[in-house]
Structures are given as structure tokens and as C-alpha cells.
């Protein structure tokens, strides 16, 4: 079974930066899909940024021009850069990576999250 495993979780100030890592247990290039979600107590987790296997991102409305996704194919780890962080950012932040297992059915798996807290 791959593992995913989320690091880089804090406390953060508001305006403030921080980069969550996703470290991927086999090559990250079997994925089609390697994306971030937050989970707010209560809540859903909402979809804020995918990074898809040939190169392109999308973010959600919330955090485009914010977040910036990047991947290291070399060390198997797909990486988040947060900058301008807003009090309502708060959360846990999970890795999720979707791939066609060799039965031909999806896959989808999950790390086990990194609380992140703004507050000044």
C-alpha cells in the first residue's frame, strides 16, 4: 500500500509563509492526480489545490494566486507554497493522490494530515 506522508504544519502569522511537503512512498509519476485538501472541524474537506501528472495545477477560487503547488520527481514529493496566509486557512491540510491501480480501477489514497494555524 503507498503511504503519503504530510510535514511542514505550524503555527503561521497571518500575511506569513509556510510550504507543506507531501512525501509519496512509490514514484509520484503513477499518479494522475497529487492534490491538497483542508479540513475545517465540522466541515467537508474542500479541494484547494491538484497538481496533475503532466505538469499543470488548478487551484480553488479561495487560494489562486497564493498557493503554488510543485513536484520533485526525483525525491517523490510534491510540495505546497502558502504565502498571504488568511486566519480563515486554518486547518488540517491532507496529500491525496489518485491513480488507475493494476486492476484498471481507480485508487485513491490519503496521508494522515498537518494541522496548519494562523494567528498572530
Known amino acids: 500500500q503507498v503511504q503519503l506522508v504530510e510535514s511542514g504544519g505550524g503555527l503561521v502569522q497571518p500575511g506569513g509563509s509556510l510550504r507543506l511537503s507531501c512525501a509519496v512512498s512509490?514514484?509520484?509519476?503513477?499518479?494522475?492526480?497529487l492534490a491538497w485538501y483542508r479540513q475545517v472541524p465540522g466541515n467537508q474537506r474542500e479541494l484547494v489545490a491538484s497538481?496533475?501528472?503532466?505538469?499543470?495545477?488548478k487551484y480553488s477560487d479561495s487560494v489562486q494566486g497564493r498557493f503554488t503547488n510543485s513536484r520533485d520527481f526525483t525525491k517523490n514529493t510534491a510540495d505546497l507554497q502558502m504565502n498571504s496566509w488568511k486566519p480563515e486557512d486554518t486547518g488540517i491540510y491532507y496529500c491525496?493522490?489518485?491513480?488507475?491501480?493494476?486492476?484498471?480501477?481507480?485508487?485513491?489514497?490519503w496521508g494522515q494530515g498537518t494541522q496548519v494555524t494562523v494567528s498572530s
Open positions: 491525496e493522490g489518485e491513480r488507475i491501480d493494476p486492476s484498471g480501477s481507480k485508487e485513491d489514497d
Open positions: 512509490e514514484s509520484i509519476f503513477s499518479f494522475n492526480v
Open positions: 497538481a496533475f501528472r503532466y505538469g499543470s495545477s
